[in-house]
């Protein structure tokens, strides 16, 4: 089933909500990087926050990176974000697993969440908050508050079956605008505290717009997406940096290793260059050194 994203308003336009269905982006993610349990939940939750940050880009020459290193287990995770509400993303330690855990203890707190969104001006804007719980959503709530002051509700979720197999994966968000009521920061306030995890509600309802219909009478979509794991890796680009490398270190690949292979580490395509191409790149600079 494709992934859907819908984004719009409710309550007399005073607060922004998107919800999104991120099942079959995050189970790539998971396949492709072989993650447990445990690491597909914590990347999972971050590729959906990325998907839903991605969606708010004003264009597609905007991306966004999400950094977060809690000195945890898991390690650093790394999820960059696009206009159309595709993701990519990694986890350091993919094996990590432990069933008797929080994902937050896993991630960690001692340490940051930090957000770089590239703008196409001269400089990206850059935000880092500390790490308050580890659990994604309770995070980039304090991110938005104190980096955009923007009040956030956020509900991030990976869902499994009796077996361990991941069958949802998902998120909601809502933000109120500097006109939101107090009647309606109320009604915000009381959903938030009786909604039911995110990850059931994508088992209950097909598209996400359905469940936004369900809370409220008013809800005005503004705009549908299809979140997907996307990579903008190529051979060629690998090519690039590898023909930059130092002719000692090509030398060292060509004689050790009769050619090399690298491994994108946001989602684990392998890339084969033959000793013939990296002895051209050791041509072209001594040519150009000598030039």
Request: negative net charge; proline residues 3%; charged residues 25%.
């Given at each position: 089933?494709?992934?859907?994203?819908?984004?719009?308003?409710?309550?007399?336009?005073?607060?922004?909500?998107?919800?999104?269905?991120?099942?079959?982006?995050?189970?790539?993610?998971?396949?492709?990087?072989?993650?447990?349990?445990s690491a597909a939940t914590a990347l999972g939750r971050v590729l959906t926050?990325?998907?839903?940050?991605?969606?708010?880009?004003?264009?597609?020459?905007?991306?966004?990176?999400?950094?977060?290193?809690?000195?945890?287990?898991?390690?650093?995770?790394?999820?960059?974000?696009?206009?159309?509400?595709?993701?990519?993303?990694?986890?350091?330690?993919?094996?990590?697993?432990?069933?008797?855990?929080?994902?937050g203890s896993l991630i960690g707190t001692n340490g940051y969440l930090r957000?770089?969104?590239?703008?196409?001006?001269?400089?990206?804007f850059v935000s880092e908050v500390d790490l308050q719980t580890g659990e994604?959503?309770?995070?980039?709530?304090?991110?938005?508050?104190?980096?955009?002051?923007?009040?956030?509700?956020?509900?991030?979720?990976?869902?499994?079956?009796?077996?361990?197999?991941?069958?949802?994966?998902?998120?909601?968000?809502?933000?109120?605008?500097?006109?939101?009521?107090?009647?309606?920061?109320?009604?915000?306030?009381?959903?938030?505290?009786?909604?039911?995890?995110?990850?059931?509600?994508?088992?209950?309802?097909?598209?996400?717009?359905?469940?936004?219909?369900?809370?409220?009478?008013?809800?005005?979509?503004?705009?549908?997406?299809?979140?997907?794991?996307?990579?903008?890796?190529?051979?060629?680009?690998?090519?690039?940096?590898?023909?930059?490398?130092?002719?000692?270190?090509?030398?060292?690949?060509?004689?050790?290793?009769?050619?090399?292979?690298?491994?994108?580490?946001?989602?684990?395509?392998?890339?084969?260059?033959?000793?013939?191409?990296?002895?051209?790149?050791?041509?072209?600079?001594?040519?150009?050194?000598?030039?």
């Amino acid at each position: 089933m494709t992934d859907i994203l819908s984004r719009g308003t409710v309550l007399n336009e005073e607060v922004k909500v998107i919800c999104c269905r991120t099942t079959e982006t995050v189970r790539e993610a998971a396949e492709r990087h072989k993650l447990s349990r445990s690491a597909a939940t914590a990347l999972g939750r971050v590729l959906t926050m990325g998907s839903m940050m991605g969606s708010m880009l004003k264009s597609g020459k905007e991306k966004l990176e999400i950094m977060i290193d809690g000195k945890g287990p898991l390690g650093q995770i790394a999820v960059d974000g696009y206009y159309d509400a595709s993701v990519r993303g990694f986890v350091q330690n993919p094996d990590v697993d432990d069933p008797n855990a929080s994902i937050g203890s896993l991630i960690g707190t001692n340490g940051y969440l930090r957000v770089v969104k590239d703008l196409g001006m001269k400089q990206p804007f850059v935000s880092e908050v500390d790490l308050q719980t580890g659990e994604i959503g309770d995070d980039f709530a304090y991110y938005y508050m104190l980096s955009e002051q923007t009040p956030s509700a956020i509900s991030v979720g990976v869902g499994y079956d009796e077996t361990g197999k991941l069958v949802s994966a998902g998120g909601l968000v809502f933000q109120l605008m500097p006109d939101a009521t107090e009647e309606n920061i109320r009604i915000i306030e009381n959903i938030v505290g009786n909604i039911k995890p995110v990850s059931q509600l994508m088992l209950e309802y097909d598209d996400p717009k359905e469940i936004i219909d369900a809370m409220f009478d008013d809800y005005q979509e503004l705009g549908r997406q299809n979140p997907a794991f996307k990579c903008e890796c190529s051979k060629a680009r690998f090519a690039r940096v590898l023909s930059k490398l130092p002719a000692d270190d090509l030398q060292t690949m060509i004689d050790e290793d009769n050619g090399c292979e690298v491994v994108c580490k946001f989602c684990g395509t392998r890339y084969q260059f033959s000793r013939e191409t990296l002895e051209g790149y050791v041509l072209a600079q001594r040519a150009k050194k000598a030039s």
